[in-house]
């Protein structure tokens, strides 16, 4: 499942940086929970948990339907 959610952030990522910002992998457990850091401008953003939620998770879960949810680490 980790090639899918790193194909996956792949294909969300571009959404990102065009904002300054950026996402990076740090684990993908067997139960579904992907853990992830949100860096650049994202990092610091006031609205990076709506980021992490609207947009990182919702895109991982329609493209990997076996993720659970996201959390930032």
Wanted: hydrophobic letters at 40%; glycine letters at 12%.
């Amino acid at each position: 499942m980790r090639e899918e959610v790193e194909k996956a952030l792949g294909e969300i990522r571009p959404a990102l940086q065009a904002h300054g910002g950026d996402v990076e992998l740090v684990d993908v457990s067997e139960d579904g929970v992907v853990k992830v850091k949100l860096t650049g401008a994202c990092g610091g953003c006031p609205m990076a948990q709506i980021t992490l939620k609207q947009g990182v998770e919702r895109g991982l879960k329609d493209r990997v339907p076996e993720v659970a949810r996201v959390d930032s680490v």
